[in-house]
């Protein structure tokens, strides 16, 4: 009796999964609204589906239409609306990858190493591009990093012109990708800023016009307006106090001779020829009741140059 009582409750249980269960077919069946939940099995592309209510999704996905990761021909793409969120639940961007390793993204070729294999990331939109990263290969065994822009409107590779390139040995390629030193640029090179490593010296008086260079202590500041100095201070942070400093000069005045470090600051000083002036005089002799008038030549003292008041010096500074 109890045997008997035990059948009849499983075969009654039975009976409400079958009322229940739904069966998994190789065919969608779309006709007369199929109840939500209905399965089948796409045989094609080898995923059991679902009925979301409105169409067929693979199984793992919810909700209407089409949310969730799904199938566009060789194609996978995802209509949720909100993050992707690898190792983290709260994505902050649409991809956000959260690990503890610190390879977290790795970019691979299918195919060996050579001249013109192309890695890229492309920047823009579905119909544009606007700049482009790269590596590209020089050889089997080397490549260089590429920093491209420009715009694109076929969306491709199009008017992209390589603008920064770093070759594999380190040397760094501005409008330049074969750079043969550490820095070539293809082009001028300009200086801003608050300071500026290279700029332009005028001779001020009152503000930076000195007296000759001393061996010891400073030099005195010469004031007086339009009038010549032997000594122009360079007032700059990038060589003050800094005795090592490599300053570059190209003057506006032949009378340039270089730049001498002194008490902390570096001048700008004039040549020194050694010129010295022949000239012709006449001199009365103190001759007994005679006077006489004679010719003689004499040489005069060494002559230095020096700089006036508004003259200008290009002065171009590297710290060493």
């Known amino acids: 009796m109890k045997q008997l009582s035990m059948l009849t409750a499983a075969l009654l249980f039975l009976n409400v999964l079958s009322l229940n269960a739904q069966s998994i077919t190789l065919t969608p069946n779309t006709n007369g ?3 939500e939940g209905r399965l089948y099995y796409d045989n094609s592309a080898k995923e059991l ?8 999704v693979p199984i793992g996905n919810s909700g209407s239409p089409t949310p969730g990761w799904v199938n566009s021909g060789t194609n996978l793409f995802n209509a949720n609306t ?3 969120g690898v190792g983290t639940e709260s994505p902050t961007s649409k991809l ?4 503890n390793f610190s390879n977290i993204l790795s970019l691979q070729h299918l195919n060996a190493l050579s001249t013109g294999l192309t890695n890229s990331i492309v920047f823009g939109g579905s119909n544009y591009t606007t700049g482009i990263i790269s590596t590209i290969g020089t050889s089997n065994s080397a490549a260089r990093m590429a920093f491209s822009t420009g715009y694109s409107f076929s969306g491709g590779v199009f008017n992209m012109q390589e603008r920064l390139s770093i070759a594999n040995d380190g040397k760094v390629g501005v409008n330049q990708p074969s750079p043969q030193a550490t820095l070539d640029v293809g082009g001028s090179i300009r200086f801003s800023g608050s300071n500026p490593a290279a700029f332009v ?7 930076n016009t000195y007296s000759a260079l001393p061996f010891s202590g400073s030099p005195s500041l010469i004031t007086a307006a339009g009038g010549k100095c032997y000594a122009i201070r360079i007032d700059h942070p990038m060589c003050n106090n800094n005795a090592n400093a490599i300053l570059m000069v190209t003057a506006q005045v032949s009378t340039f ?9 570096w001048y700008l000083i004039p ?14 002799l103190d001759c007994t009741n005679t ?3 004679v010719d003689a030549l004499f040489i005069g003292d060494r002559e230095s140059e020096y700089f006036f008041n508004g003259n200008k010096f290009n002065v171009l500074i590297i710290q060493n």
């Open 271 to 284: 040549s020194s020829n050694e010129r010295y002036t022949v000239g012709r005089f006449s001199a009365r």
């Open 33 to 35: 609204n199929p109840q």
């Open 82 to 84: 909100g993050n992707l």
């Open 96 to 99: 956000t990858i959260r690990h």
């Open 291 to 293: 006077a006489a008038c």
């Open 201 to 207: 010296v005028t001779a001020t008086s009152g503000v």
């Open 49 to 56: 589906r679902f009925w979301n209510g409105s169409v067929y």
């Open 257 to 265: 001779g270089g730049v001498q470090y002194n008490n902390g600051y």
